[in-house]
Every structure is written in structure tokens, then in C-alpha cells.
């Protein structure tokens, strides 16, 4: 490819609604561009990386026994009424009517109609395991689109489907996405940790994460350098370590003027934060209103709080009144009649709490749960953090962000129950097929690539996935030895099976090393009129800025075996 004929308008400033590296460097690149917001336009480079990752995903769920299908965009909207998802899933979902007004929408994901698909087929235990994906565009209305191809309305996702007899042959399915899921991401240059991850509105009762490690990941997560545990923020449990709160164990009212938070009260004894206990009030899914104990030093977790309390909302101070209650001075006991009260359940290792003593400028010390109160039911609600015991070994976690590149499923019965999806078992008994799913999303993990890939001059591609693998840059086209010299090495280069892209501008030297950079093509061969004299040119290596002198009667074999060994 000529660089004179490439599509690949470059931007020379940054763009003002750009906030992460690899929005900012796609656009600057010439790679995408925004068509409205959440949505975007892959121009030739980019989508000739997004082909690559999509050809690493076929190779990899090919390998694990899955088979390409490719299934519609438009859904009928019967099928997630079947499925009991059309109102749950919330206004992400895109519904419309067609002409004959019967209702659609665009698949945001696919499982009820894959479920439609093989409710009719897969007729014996005999046929399964059977698992069957497609890569296609999605679609979800985000309520704000951002970060680029991070958070869109439209996106690029590969989603698999399993079917299987018995629990036994979904976890060896399960099993073999995960090993997949794992290569995909080596195969991309992308350092990722699987996590421990909440279902969501997909379903099932067990999930992990593929999260690529990035500073300015949108997800926070734990992980465990002893024992290799890593969970999101919205899935990881724990036992928080706590300790007792001040005082002889006996209930002691406390004057605290002045002392409505936390670290206020935390100050005020002496103690630290985790000797002190929090408390918050929210109405929950029922309308019941319930007070909610946890760790003074963490904080309730949104995820594990709507598990426990459905579609809950804090309580505003307008309702803290109707219900009797004081802000920053709210505790279990002495607690106006009709509230409920739940605790988090590392509260037990404590036996005397400092909290409010719901009295405006008091406190009590030294309560006991079970003597001065009674919790009316536990739960794991707080969000863990960086220096939590880690729940298999002990040891202190850690802390980083990640950019959820793939997820995997075991969805069960869910949908195979709803939608009459069954099967005959060796006993000719009739059963739900037991079902898995999983999804890569690749618009995603393309930026994911450019955010670990990346450097102050532009991106730094992985030959696995570099829309181009060498970059030809002869500084004086019109010079009668070095566009010659430039010219043959190229052909060489193609000749062997090497992606090359020759800059044939009559540019300044600066722009064209500029653009090889921002375009983050992995090797660049720069072509002088003194190193041609020398029968020589330089090889740069762009992730490191290595810089050698090659013989031209040297260069495309030393080349081609970099980027041989480099391919995924």
C-alpha cells in the first residue's frame, strides 16, 4: 500500500472530547471517525486490525470446537417476551415497530435467539454439546456514550452459546472458553487478568472477566499476588477486617457536637475508621425502609446492594425525616419502629460498635447486635479494596483498573426454562438444555490494544494485530538510489508475506517519521541517500525506539523472521 493512497486523514491536535489515550490516538491516527455520539466509523487502518482480532477469535473458538453461524440483527421482540428480558433489560434496548407495527429490536446480545434457533433441533442428548457463535454489530442505547469505541451504541462483540446435557459438560465448555478467552488475549499483546465478575443482566450464577489492566480502565478491581484471585469490585466478597469500637462493652451514650461523618467521629474517639460502623438509609424494591450497617471505612457496594435490596434508593433528608431519623447520627438501636435492619456480615468478627445513637449530637459506644438490637438479616454489601484479606489465602489484595475486553457465562436452565428449549436424556426423560455464553467484545479490545499500547508519539501496535506490519519510509522519493533501493526491499518484503505500507509522500522527513509513529506501525525501515550509499538502511523498532543500520541484501530476511516469530 502507498501511503499517497491511503485513507488516513491524521489530526495534528488532540481532540477536545477525547479523554482516553486510545480514543485520542485512533482519532489522530486517521483510524476512526465519530458519526454521532457512540458511534463511529472504522476507516481502513483500523479495521484492518479489528479483521485481525477477529481472525485470533475465530482461530481460538474454532480450536475449542465452536462453530461460526451468523445470526440477524433485528430480534423479534416476542422472543425476549418469552424470555421475560424485554423489560428488565431497561431502555438500553432499542425497540421499534416495523410497518406491519410489530415490535423489533436490535440485539444487544443474542441468547434468546439462539435459544429459538436450536429449541427445535437439538432434540437428544445425543446432539450436545453443541456450541455456536457469530461475530456481528451490537447494539445498546447507552444513556452516555463515551471513551470512544469503550462505551458505544454500536460495538463490534463475538457471542458464543453452549448447550449441554449436564452440568458436568457446560463446566468442560465453560472450561474451554476460558482457556480461549485467556489466548485471545496473549494473542493481542493484551496483559488481562481473569476476574470473578457479577452476571449482570445476562444471568446465571457464575461469570469471569477478561479485564486488560489500563490506568484508565472503567471497571476497579482485586486481585491477589499470592494465590493468582482476582475479582471486579462488583463481584469480590471478603471478610473485611473490622475491630471493636471504644469503650468497656457496656452501652455508653456519648455527646459528639459536631461529628455527622465518619472521620469526624472516627477523630473524636480516637480510633480508627474501622472501629466505627456506618450507617445508611434506603427504601428498598418493596418501599420498605431499612437501615443498612457496614465497615466505617469501606463503602456499600451499588451491585451486591441491588442483589439484596432490588431497585433501592438512598434516603434524601426529606424522608430521613418522615421517618424519624437524624442524619450523621443514625444507629440499630433505639431505631423508630417499621424500619428493617441488615448488616454486613464482616460485622459479626465485631462485639461492641460505635454508632450513631439516633439523637442529634450523640453516639453510643459498645453496642452488641443481638443484646442492644437485632439484625434482621446479613449480606456481603460492602465494595472490597485494596488491602482486604483476599478470601482464598489471606494474603492483602491489590487494586488496579481494567477494560473489560470478554466475559464468560454459566447461564443454566435460565433461558432454555423460559423459552421451552428441551431435550430427551438417556432415560427419555425431558429436560431444559443447560446453557453457557460467551462474549469478546473486539471493537473493545481494539481500543483496549491502543491503551497498553501506546507512547507519547502515538501507538505502538503488536505485530499480531498492526494494520500494517512494516512501514517503508525512503526520505527523497525522487532520489535516483534511495527510491530504487526503497522499491525492492518492499517487494521483497510482500514477496515473502509481510503487510507493507511505503511512504511515497513528498513530505518532510519530520511528518513522515511523525505519521509512522502516530500510525504505530511495529517496524519501520527508514531509507537515507548516505545509508543507501553504504548499501544500508534503518530498521526502528517502534516499541522500543531501537534504531540499527541493515544491509539492504539483509534486511527483508531479517524482517520477515521478526515478524514470523511476532504473528499470533
Known amino acids: 500500500m502507498m501511503m ?74 416476542d422472543l425476549w417476551r418469552q424470555s421475560g428480558r424485554i423489560d428488565a433489560y431497561g431502555k438500553e434496548l432499542i425497540r421499534f415497530n416495523d ?38 454489530d451490537k447494539f445498546r442505547d447507552e444513556f452516555r456514550p463515551r471513551y470512544g469505541l469503550m462505551r458505544g451504541r454500536e460495538f463490534i462483540m463475538k457471542d458464543a452459546y453452549s448447550f449441554s446435557a449436564t452440568q458436568e459438560s457446560l463446566q468442560e465448555e465453560y472450561d ?20 470473578v465478575a457479577d452476571c449482570g443482566e445476562i444471568g446465571g450464577d457464575t461469570s469471569v472477566e477478561y479485564m486488560a489492566l489500563a ?86 457496594n451499588d451491585v451486591k446492594a441491588e442483589h ?15 421517618f424519624g ?57 460492602v465494595t472490597v479494596v485494596a488491602g482486604d484479606p483476599c478470601p482464598h489465602c489471606g494474603k492483602p489484595l491489590s487494586a488496579a483498573r481494567g477494560i473489560e475486553v470478554s466475559q464468560v457465562f454459566q447461564l443454566g436452565t435460565k433461558y432454555s426454562e423460559a423459552m421451552g428449549a428441551t431435550f430427551m436424556d438417556e432415560d427419555g426423560k425431558e429436560k431444559p438444555l443447560i446453557m453457557g455464553c460467551y462474549g469478546v467484545g473486539v471493537s473493545r479490545t481494539l481500543a483496549a490494544i491502543v491503551e497498553q499500547h501506546n507512547d507519547e508519539s502515538g501507538i505502538c501496535w503488536p505485530v499480531s494485530v498492526a494494520p500494517y506490519e512494516v512501514a517503508i519510509v525512503p526520505l527523497d522519493v525522487n532520489d535516483e538510489l534511495v527510491w530504487p533501493a526503497a522499491q525492492k526491499v518492499a517487494e521483497q518484503l510482500a514477496a515473502e508475506g509481510i503487510e507493507v505500507v511505503v511512504d511515497d509522500r513528498k513530505e518532510r522527513a519530520g511528518v513522515k517519521f511523525a505519521d509512522a509513529d502516530l500510525m504505530g506501525f511495529p517496524y519501520q525501515l527508514v531509507f537515507g541517500k548516505r545509508a543507501v550509499k553504504g548499501g544500508n538502511c534503518e530498521l526502528k523498532v517502534r516499541a522500543t ?24
Not at 482519532?27 to 487502518?45: H, V, W
Not at 484492518?48 to 473458538?61: A, F, G, P
Not at 472458553?177 to 499483546?189: D, T
Not at 474501622?274 to 431499612?290: F, I, N
Request: proline share 4%; glycine share 8%; net charge negative.
Open 4 to 77: 499517497s493512497r491511503l485513507y488516513a486523514p491524521t489530526l495534528k491536535e488532540d481532540p477536545a472530547e477525547a479523554e482516553l489515550a486510545s480514543h485520542r490516538l485512533l482519532l489522530r491516527a486517521g483510524m476512526i471517525r465519530k458519526e454521532a455520539a457512540g458511534l463511529y466509523t472504522y476507516l481502513p487502518l483500523a479495521w484492518r486490525s479489528i479483521r485481525k482480532i477477529e481472525d485470533i477469535v475465530r482461530d481460538e473458538m474454532d480450536a475449542a470446537g465452536a462453530q461460526e453461524l451468523m445470526m440477524p440483527i433485528m430480534v423479534d421482540a
Open 99 to 136: 410497518r406491519h407495527e410489530r415490535e423489533f429490536v436490535l440485539g444487544p446480545t443474542h441468547e434468546e435467539t439462539i435459544t429459538a434457533l436450536v429449541r427445535n433441533e437439538l432434540r437428544s442428548y445425543k446432539q450436545l454439546p453443541v456450541n455456536l457463535y457469530h461475530i456481528q
Open 176 to 195: 474451554k472458553m476460558k482457556a480461549a478467552y485467556a489466548n485471545i488475549c496473549v494473542r493481542c499483546g493484551l496483559k488481562a487478568l481473569p476476574v
Open 215 to 300: 490506568d484508565a480502565g472503567e471497571a476497579s478491581l482485586v486481585y491477589c499476588d499470592d494465590c493468582g484471585f482476582a475479582a471486579d469490585d462488583e463481584a469480590a466478597s471478603t471478610t473485611v477486617a473490622v475491630i471493636d469500637g471504644p469503650g468497656d462493652g457496656s452501652l455508653t451514650k456519648v455527646a459528639t457536637p459536631d461529628c455527622g461523618t465518619i472521620d469526624e467521629v472516627a477523630a473524636f474517639f480516637g480510633v480508627p475508621a474501622k472501629a466505627t460502623v456506618k450507617s445508611l438509609c434506603l427504601v428498598d424494591g418493596e418501599g420498605t425502609p431499612t437501615l443498612v450497617l457496614v465497615p466505617g471505612d469501606h463503602e456499600l
Open 308 to 322: 439484596a435490596f432490588g431497585e433501592y434508593h438512598l434516603m434524601d433528608e426529606d424522608e430521613l425525616i418522615k
Open 325 to 381: 431519623l437524624r442524619k450523621g447520627f443514625i444507629g440499630p438501636v433505639n431505631l423508630p419502629e417499621g424500619i428493617r435492619v441488615v448488616c454486613d456480615e464482616s460485622l459479626k468478627q465485631a462485639h461492641q460498635w460505635l454508632c450513631g445513637a439516633n439523637e442529634e449530637g450523640f453516639h453510643l459506644t459498645g453496642i452488641e447486635e443481638g443484646r442492644d438490637f437485632a439484625a434482621d438479616a446479613w449480606a456481603d454489601l
Open 545 to 568: 525506539g531501537e534504531r540499527t543500520e541493515v544491509s539492504l541484501d539483509e534486511v527483508a530476511a531479517q524482517i520477515a523472521a521478526r515478524v514470523f516469530a511476532e504473528r499470533a
